[in-house]
């Protein structure tokens, strides 16, 4: 099928899938519950039970190859195709996520965890105003989870629509209160408005919040020197609070400018790039760190579609 084609389907089937979500979803409000799947024959089980015997790599091309083999014997387990989605996207395939996850629920239609790993999977492709509607039906269908709340948030970031993106950062935070993932895209939201006393102010938050890791204080140190009230941080404050907020020194002399080392180049260290933690990958409290994309991975897998 050519790329136009594609195109043109995508709003069919996103209607569809929609259409289909918002059924189930009044089915399940009657009391009517879903077929169960097939039991598998020997071979199938089989192949399960060697798939089931094996450690899941901890790289992110084995461990998105090892979740297309469980996806492919088990195809009606909705959580190996959650599992698999996300690890499409810790090798940087996030348009494959997405067809994967349609596929999916055009097969399952209504499936809670599936619809909400579509949408953050339409957010990580940088489609906000796709996945927007499909978040909103996941979010009807898992009013607890934190995580669609910070896919929509976002997704209004994308936008440039930061009034809104905040709201759901907020309500995220309602559920899950000092959360250093929500703080943390909190404050890039603020950041990316323009506003970086505010991004000062939940950037220490995030970075103070147990849980929270490399990344978070690597956006803090970008707006580390924008002083922050203390009525403003987190009790208890972190020890590093009073280094951050003091001054830098005053410079040389012009008269006398200071020597560079020979080895000043070595010596630079490059500012590190906000990095905001879009839902499709948020992490938990935990704090462990984002799967670096590999481009390479994302081709193997496609080529073994």
């Given at each position: 099928?050519?790329?136009?084609?594609?195109?043109?389907?995508?709003?069919?089937?996103?209607?569809?899938?929609?259409?289909?979500?918002s059924?189930?979803?009044?089915?399940?409000?009657?009391?009517?519950?879903q077929?169960?799947?097939?039991?598998?024959?020997?071979?199938?089980?089989?192949?399960?039970?060697?798939?089931k015997?094996?450690?899941?790599?901890?790289?992110?091309?084995?461990?998105?190859?090892?979740?297309?083999?469980?996806?492919?014997?088990?195809p009606?387990?909705?959580?190996?195709?959650?599992?698999?989605?996300?690890?499409?996207?810790?090798?940087?395939?996030?348009d494959?996520?997405?067809?994967?996850l349609?596929e999916?629920?055009?097969?399952?239609?209504?499936?809670?965890?599936?619809?909400?790993?579509?949408?953050?999977?339409?957010?990580?492709?940088?489609?906000?105003?796709?996945?927007?509607?499909?978040?909103?039906?996941?979010?009807?269908?898992k009013?607890?989870?934190?995580?669609?709340l910070?896919?929509?948030?976002?997704?209004?970031?994308?936008?440039?629509?930061?009034?809104?993106?905040?709201?759901s950062?907020?309500?995220?935070?309602?559920?899950?209160?000092?959360?250093?993932?929500?703080?943390?895209?909190?404050?890039?939201?603020?950041?990316?408005?323009?506003?970086?006393?505010?991004?000062?102010?939940?950037?220490?938050?995030?970075?103070?919040?147990?849980?929270?890791?490399?990344?978070?204080?690597?956006n803090?140190?970008?707006?580390?020197?924008?002083?922050?009230?203390?009525?403003?941080?987190?009790?208890?404050?972190?020890?590093?609070?009073?280094?951050?907020a003091?001054?830098?020194?005053?410079p040389?002399?012009?008269?006398?400018?200071?020597?560079?080392?020979?080895?000043?180049?070595?010596?630079?260290?490059?500012?590190?790039?906000?990095?905001?933690?879009?839902?499709?990958?948020?992490?938990?409290?935990?704090?462990?760190?984002?799967?670096?994309?590999?481009?390479?991975?994302?081709?193997?897998l496609?080529?073994?579609?």
């Amino acid at each position: 099928m050519s790329a136009a084609h594609r195109v043109l389907r995508r709003p069919l089937r996103l209607a569809a899938i929609l259409m289909a979500g918002s059924v189930l979803a009044a089915c399940a409000s009657d009391g009517a519950t879903q077929a169960a799947a097939p039991a598998p024959n020997d071979e199938r089980a089989a192949a399960i039970a060697d798939l089931k015997s094996r450690p899941v790599p901890d790289d992110p091309i084995g461990k998105a190859a090892y979740w297309a083999q469980r996806s492919e014997v088990e195809p009606d387990n909705v959580e190996i195709s959650v599992q698999f989605a996300k690890a499409l996207r810790g090798i940087g395939s996030n348009d494959r996520a997405v067809e994967f996850l349609e596929e999916r629920l055009i097969k399952q239609p209504g499936q809670p965890e599936l619809m909400a790993e579509y949408g953050k999977s339409l957010v990580a492709a940088r489609r906000p105003q796709e996945a927007l509607p499909v978040l909103a039906q996941a979010r009807q269908m898992k009013p607890d989870d934190w995580t669609i709340l910070v896919a929509q948030g976002v997704a209004y970031d994308q936008l440039g629509d930061f009034p809104h993106a905040r709201q759901s950062y907020e309500a995220a935070l309602a559920i899950s209160p000092n959360n250093p993932a929500i703080l943390n895209n909190l404050g890039l939201s603020y950041m990316m408005a323009g506003d970086k006393q505010n991004a000062a102010k939940y950037l220490r938050m995030a970075a103070a919040a147990p849980g929270a890791n490399a990344q978070v204080r690597a956006n803090l140190a970008m707006v580390a020197d924008v002083p922050v009230a203390a009525a403003e941080a987190p009790p208890p404050a972190p020890p590093v609070e009073a280094a951050e907020a003091a001054p830098a020194p005053a410079p040389a002399p012009a008269s006398k400018p200071a020597p560079k080392p020979k080895t000043e180049r070595a010596m630079t260290t490059p500012v590190a790039k906000p990095v905001a933690t879009p839902a499709a990958e948020v992490p938990v409290a935990t704090g462990a760190p984002r799967a670096m994309a590999t481009t390479k991975g994302a081709s193997e897998l496609r080529g073994s579609d």
